[in-house]
């Protein structure tokens, strides 16, 4: 398993997701495209095609996703991936808070998550991304090309936030996150 593993299973979901909704579907994906194909996650995700053909098969074997029997590429197994990321992402892929630098806010400091939870007056968590506006306590993400990708996947931004929230938080605030995380992985 590489931490790579699960921002290629959250992408999948997450396209899964945009799929799912013909509308955002039809206005996001050009016509022809197929942004599940091992060529266009590389794209989207910043991660070499090989490694992304490398996970896949990484993923499958150890039944954190399965082959759709529609259309024969890789899903997601949602229950399976769950498990993993609340039962043991934080002690695989651990994150620890680091110096003060510009980045992407993430955990309960991300725009879709913000006001979900009081923090005590600490300074946000943030992806390191020189071209980024905010300034946080630098969080390491699971893939150096995390910042980047999100900036054009919201859904994927929310889900690796919650993750993080989940490496990163306390007992209570690690439990709203893998609450919030059942929820959108789960409602499928």
Known sequence: M??????????????EELKADQAEWLRWVPIGEDPFSVRNLAASLGISKSEVSASINRSLSSG???????????KPSRRNLLKFIVGGLKYVFPAKPGAIQRGIPTGFDAPMLKGRLMSAGERIHVWPYAKASESGQSVEPLFPSV???VLSDLRLHEYLALVDA????????????????????MKR
């Open 64 to 74: 954190l996703a399965l082959k759709d029997r529609e259309f024969n590429r890789p």
């Open 2 to 15: 590489k931490s790579q593993d699960i921002v290629i299973l959250l992408k999948l979901a997450s396209l």
């Open 147 to 149: 910042p980047q990708a």
């Open 166 to 185: 989940i490496r990163l938080g306390n007992q209570r605030e690690a439990g709203l996150a893998e609450e919030l995380l059942s929820e959108r992985l």
